[in-house]
């Protein structure tokens, strides 16, 4: 009787629509914010933060079933039923909450299926952090029915997606407290190889499971005393939660420094492996240029204290400006990260990197306003760079 009822929901009842509007906000939030090209960690940090807005139409869509269920009378004509009151409730909540699983996991095989033909690596990490959104989105579930069951208002439905939505919001938030570790997506690292600790997805796991099971225990039960065996769990897992003194890990494998020669090297992350080659064809002209010259840059470096940082990528793994990509290059070639402060050292980056550009195609007009300079200049430039020397670098910039 259960799966039937389950399948029914799926099928027929908020189920089956809930999973494709699941699909479309885990895939639209993906799909505005590639950072995760390429990237199976990234790509799984990227569904995570999609529950930002999953978990608000997952809640509506438990208020909306409850309220249909009212509607129908049908809470009264089960209670006629042989079977608990539970049973029935239980079995609408694993179909919502089925339906919404389906739907983030239809939204992950459509990254996947851009991630996979250019990854450089897998790891494992990223599984933990997937597997946790299951029980964020059963306990936004039985917090839509928990409302809808107590609150039989029409208008409730989109009154819950607001409140969850503004209490997701709220976490995230620097008013929080310091309370950012309830909600399901705390923090901004979506990229590389930095994702939740094993410990964290754990707690975070123990944390959403106590609640969905309270809520529904609260909802269904009639000795609603019984809810306090999974709000202790609840409990006990957001207290471990908050006390752990670190919540974030690194993959090994995929900060691991690797370089790429193509005319020019490139070296950087693994992550980031497959956008090496078409980095490498954007630098090689610069570095021709300005190879043999004391102080200069031999290669491209991506990451740590000294490195420069991509720019925004495609789903596909292709640079999506490949033409402010060489421009960004051409700055860090020029300046090495700015390792020298002041105003002449900030001027004389940009004439030597408007002089990298020089006779490239396609590069006319990404740096203007500055004087064009020639190959004995940019020469003194960079000795004058290496020794963070102001004076010769004003004589250099107001020639």
């Known amino acids: 009787m259960t799966g039937r009822i389950i399948r029914t929901e799926l099928v027929r009842g908020a189920g089956g629509p809930l999973a494709l509007v699941v699909l479309a906000a885990t895939a639209g939030v993906l799909f505005t914010n590639p950072d ?5 960690n990234g790509l799984a940090m990227g569904v995570r933060g999609s529950l930002l807005l ?6 509506m869509a438990g208020t909306w079933a409850v309220g249909r269920q009212h509607r129908r009378q049908t809470s009264e004509l089960l209670t006629i039923a042989p079977r608990p009151r539970w049973q029935p409730f239980t079995a609408s909540w694993l179909a919502l909450t089925a339906g919404a699983c389906l739907g983030l996991l239809a939204g992950w095989l459509t990254g996947g299926a851009f991630v996979l033909p250019v990854a450089t690596y897998i790891g494992l990490g990223w599984v933990a952090t997937l597997l946790a959104c299951v029980p964020v989105l059963g306990a936004s579930a039985a917090f839509g029915m928990l409302v809808g069951h107590f609150v039989p208002w029409r208008l409730m439905t989109p009154v819950t997606g607001m ?14 407290g310091g309370l950012e570790w309830l909600g399901p997506v705390a923090g901004n690292s979506w990229l590389g190889g930095t994702g939740y600790a094993a410990t964290t997805n754990a707690l975070h796991t123990a944390w959403f499971s106590g609640l969905a099971l309270t809520f529904l225990a609260v909802a269904s039960l009639r000795r609603r005393i019984l809810a306090l065996v999974p709000a202790a769990l609840a409990v006990a897992a957001a207290t471990s939660l908050m006390a752990l003194p670190q919540h974030w890990t690194t993959e090994a494998v995929a900060e691991e420094q690797v370089c790429v020669t193509n005319g020019a090297t490139v070296c950087g992350p693994r992550y980031q492996e497959h956008l090496y080659p078409e980095l490498a064809g954007l630098a090689r002209p610069m570095l021709d240029k300005i190879r043999g010259v004391p102080g200069a840059p031999a290669q491209i470096t991506y990451g740590g204290a000294e490195g420069t940082t991509l720019h925004e990528s495609t789903p596909a793994g292709t640079l999506a400006d490949p033409a402010d990509e060489r421009r960004a290059l051409a700055y860090w070639l020029a300046s090495a990260n700015y390792r020298c402060p002041g105003q002449p050292f900030s001027e004389g980056s940009s004439a030597a990197a408007r002089w990298l550009l020089e006779g490239i195609p396609g590069t006319e007009g990404l740096i203007s306003g500055v004087p064009v300079r020639d190959r004995d200049w940019v020469v003194r430039y960079y000795a004058a760079l290496e020794s963070c020397d102001t004076p010769a670098m004003h004589e250099l910039v107001g020639e």
């Open 36 to 40: 995760w090209a390429g990237n199976w």
């Open 54 to 59: 999953s978990c608000p139409l997952v809640a």
């Open 163 to 176: 409140v969850t939505g503004l209490g997701m919001l709220w976490t995230q938030s620097s008013v929080s």
